[in-house]
């Protein structure tokens, strides 16, 4: 009978914490997988999308649906203000230095590559990761 209750708790796998956010209003189905956060998100239109998060862990400030997409808010790292962009779901290691914005980005092949974009405040669009770049699009 104890062999069973030993057996029965380690069995038993602990709950993924699921972090805070006011994206807990309107997604639901929230997944934590080591570093990828996946949910199901309401957009402005009332659809469900499914968006993922990756390196949520290392999200500095509040996490947000952003019309359907999981996104981190933060704004301020190593004191200087980042430019927004889609480009945080899937770099890591995002510092300015000047005008430059630097970070490590993951290719389409899964490789991880160091990258860099001159003048990043000043980019009229959307900062995006194209294949492990930096790029204004």
Known sequence: M???MFLGSVLQA????IPDGSYRQTCRSVRVRSDRMTASCQTMAGRWERSSLVNWRQCDGAIANIDGQLRCEARYRYSSPIPGGSYDQTCTDIRMSGPT???TCQARDGARMRTRLTYARS???EIANIDGALECI
Not at 14 to 17: D, F, G, H, Q, V
């Open 2 to 4: 104890m062999m069973l």
């Open 14 to 17: 602990p709950a993924a914490t």
């Open 101 to 103: 914005l630097h970070a």
């Open 123 to 125: 980019c009229d669009g």
